[in-house]
């Protein structure tokens, strides 16, 4: 089929997309609780005829087309709402209180709906994967699919994630490091209890805990490299039970953020060094844990030359943004790149009125970036056919 004929046909069927992304929209699911939509998706593709498997990854979907012999291009598009209450005032709303698709998966959706209903009409020597991935807002749905074998026969794969400080109709594209590795911590803070007016006869872990706060983000900026970035926030602390008595123990939380993966992997240890001799130096113990949630996406760059040379050909060479700063938000695509190599694009969806950022009550992406979406990934797919 030629490329416009393609495109028109990708044209022609962008309400039937638009309309599906508002009824899930309507309807989001939570993290791992994905099941209506998966049920959506299964019936939509194997209507179109693509080998379906459900349930990978608890809700997970698989969709499969073409040859089985010479492996699978693959391309991952995540489902999950995010537990924000929706006030966009659209006339398709969430109709789930308390829980909207604010980051655009919606879209994602639509997209790999719209690459499936293209491709299975192309006659490519290599065979397509979909995958509807679940629980990417808890980084944990690539891990579960990829436990299950989902990366089994898959050469390369292409990702994509709207984008709100692009206008519908570009793409960016980054080099290297496109998201953050992100970590979680957590501290416990060991003092002795005693009266609040008598400080000196226990030992304050308040006053241990507001040390390591402060103290750790100064060692961040003298003893880390400027140019490696590390961003390390708290986000709860808890201790005390009275206004008048030291607390024994104060519990901190948090997350750790570093857009270079040999930093990432020595984050655990640098950070049990710095808060124990921290706590240590005001009389306390900590005990530190660090989990690694994810880590970084890091674009192939073959693969991000295709990305570009198809958003090139069909969104011209000034709709092609080369972003210079990775985002320092995760995500768990970077989980399919550690078994295959790959890249993820950014997806415009801003419109002239603008767009809220990702994960606000108010996030509202122009739908006109579904079918773009749809047009660079199946162009992408016939070039590496090629």
């Known amino acids: 089929m030629q490329k416009d004929k393609i495109f028109k046909k990708i044209d022609s069927f962008e309400k039937e997309l638009i309309n599906i992304r508002r009824h899930i ?40 087309f ?10 991952r598009v995540d489902m999950d709402a995010l537990p924000i209450p929706e006030k966009t ?23 790999g709906l719209g690459v499936a209903k293209i491709v299975k009409d192309l006659e490519l020597k290599i065979g397509t994967r979909i995958i509807f991935q679940p ?54 803070i060991i003092g002795k209890s005693g009266h609040g007016a008598r400080p000196h006869e226990g030992i304050d872990a308040i006053w241990a805990a507001s040390k390591v706060v402060a103290g750790v983000q100064e060692a961040i900026t003298r003893n880390l490299d400027p140019l490696e970035p590390v961003v390390l926030t708290f986000g709860k602390i808890s201790g005390g039970n009275a206004y008048n008595v030291l607390p024994e123990k104060v519990n901190l939380t948090g997350t750790v953020r570093c857009t270079s993966y040999k930093v990432f992997k020595e984050m655990g240890n640098w950070l049990n060094i710095n808060i124990s001799s921290i706590a240590k130096s005001c009389g ?64 415009g969806v801003s419109s002239q009125r603008g767009c809220a950022p990702l994960h606000s009550s108010e996030f509202d992406p122009d739908e006109r970036a579904i ?15 090629n």
Request: glycine content about 12%; overall charge negative; hydrophobic content about 40%.
């Open 284 to 347: 306390a113990e900590a005990k530190i844990k660090f989990r690694e949630i994810t880590p970084p996406v890091n674009n192939n760059f073959e693969l991000n030359k295709v990305l570009r040379g198809s958003a090139t050909e069909i969104l011209g060479h000034q709709n092609v943004v080369e972003l210079q700063k990775p985002s320092l938000g995760a995500e768990d695509f970077a989980e399919f790149l550690n078994k295959v190599p790959g890249a993820m694009f950014r997806l």
């Open 89 to 111: 005032n659209l006339s398709f709303s969430s109709k789930i209180d308390g829980v909207m698709h604010a980051c655009g998966h919606d879209l994602h959706i639509c997209i």
């Open 135 to 188: 629980a990417e807002e808890i980084a944990s749905g690539a891990k579960w699919m990829i436990n299950e074998g989902v990366t089994n026969g898959l050469r390369k794969i292409l990702g994509v994630h709207v984008f709100p400080e692009l206008y519908v109709g570009t793409i960016g594209i980054k080099e290297g490091s496109m998201t953050a590795a992100a970590g979680e911590i957590s501290v416990e």
């Open 371 to 385: 079918v773009v979406g749809v047009k660079v990934i199946t162009e992408s797919i016939v070039r590496l056919n």
């Open 66 to 75: 073409g040859p089985v012999d010479k492996g699978y291009i693959g391309v």
């Open 25 to 64: 929209h309507s309807h989001p699911e939570l993290s791992g609780l994905e099941n209506q939509t998966a049920i959506l998706i299964s019936g939509f593709l194997k209507n179109i005829g693509w080998r379906v498997t459900e349930s990978v990854g608890r809700t997970g979907v698989v969709a499969d």
